[in-house]
């Protein structure tokens, strides 16, 4: 816990710099363009889910889910800009064959993005930060009780575009990594997976609204 809370520290002091950075380099040119931007889509969420139950042979696993998402991004200056992700999603959790039950996850992530061309009908950029993920809602299968999900800090990168076909309007592609380790038990406890890499690619299509 203690290196997640100086990772999360770290991320936003670096935040912090670059952001200033920037603000520092583009002064009078930050009101050139829209400051905010909405994006809508419907993304797939690909999870890893590797991890042994302890004292057993048993691998762990999970399933994929397709959700809508919604972010919001603040432009600090023409090219830098900050976004929040907010999605939703539902996952089994299997120990070999097993199914242990089923967990909703909500990970918000806050990424720092440099946008390449952002007057440019074709608009790419690349983004990097943090995300806290929560597991919540868990639902035991089956003969196991009391599934038990935690989560934490872990780090994000992303990649993408905007097409932009109109003053207001584009469509947004989007490939993300999340970083996601998870504590899972059962019964309570009498099957128990430490650090189960959920890892999660989540790939996105939909609408961006920039004002």
Same mark, same amino acid.
């Given at each position: 816990?203690?290196?997640?809370?100086?990772?999360?520290?770290?991320?936003?002091?670096?935040?912090?710099?670059?952001?200033?950075?920037?603000?520092?380099?583009?002064?009078?040119?930050?009101?050139?363009?829209?400051?905010?931007?909405?994006?809508?889509?419907?993304?797939?969420?690909?999870?890893?889910?590797?991890?042994?139950?302890?004292? /057993?042979?048993?691998?762990?696993?999970?399933?994929?889910?397709?959700?809508?998402?919604?972010?919001?991004? %603040?432009?600090?200056?023409?090219?830098?800009?900050?976004?929040?992700?907010?999605?939703?999603?539902?996952?089994?959790?299997?120990?070999?064959?097993?199914?242990?039950?089923?967990?909703?996850?909500?990970?918000?992530?806050? /990424?720092?993005? %440099?946008?390449?061309?952002?007057?440019?009908?074709?608009?790419?950029?690349?983004?990097?930060?943090?995300?806290?993920?929560?597991?919540?809602?868990?639902?035991?299968?089956?003969?196991? /009780?009391?599934?038990?999900?935690?989560?934490?800090?872990?780090?994000?990168?992303?990649?993408?575009?905007?097409?932009?076909?109109?003053?207001?309007?584009?469509?947004?592609?989007?490939?993300?990594?999340?970083?996601?380790?998870?504590?899972?038990?059962?019964?309570?406890?009498?099957?128990?997976?430490?650090?189960?890499?959920?890892?999660?690619?989540?790939?996105?299509?939909?609408?961006?609204?920039?004002?």
């Amino acid at each position: 816990m203690k290196s997640m809370l100086k990772l999360a520290l770290l991320t936003g002091v670096a935040l912090s710099g670059i952001s200033t950075a920037a603000f520092a380099q583009e002064g009078a040119g930050l009101l050139d363009k829209e400051r905010f931007m909405l994006r809508g889509r419907i993304i797939g969420v690909f999870g890893n889910g590797d991890g042994v139950v302890n004292g /057993t042979a048993l691998g762990t696993d999970v399933d994929n889910y397709f959700v809508p998402e919604l972010d919001i991004t %603040y432009f600090l200056t023409n090219n830098v800009a900050l976004e929040l992700i907010a999605a939703t999603s539902e996952h089994t959790v299997k120990a070999g064959t097993n199914t242990l039950g089923d967990t909703w996850v909500l990970p918000p992530t806050l /990424t720092l993005q %440099y946008h390449f061309m952002p007057d440019a009908t074709f608009s790419p950029y690349v983004g990097a930060g943090i995300n806290y993920t929560v597991f919540y809602s868990e639902d035991d299968a089956g003969a196991f /009780t009391d599934l038990k999900v935690d989560g934490g800090f872990g780090y994000a990168v992303q990649a993408g575009f905007d097409y932009w076909l109109s003053d207001n309007w584009g469509f947004n592609a989007d490939v993300k990594y999340i970083d996601i380790d998870a504590d899972v038990s059962v019964n309570p406890g009498s099957l128990h997976a430490y650090d189960v890499d959920i890892d999660p690619w989540v790939v996105g299509v939909g609408v961006s609204y920039r004002f």
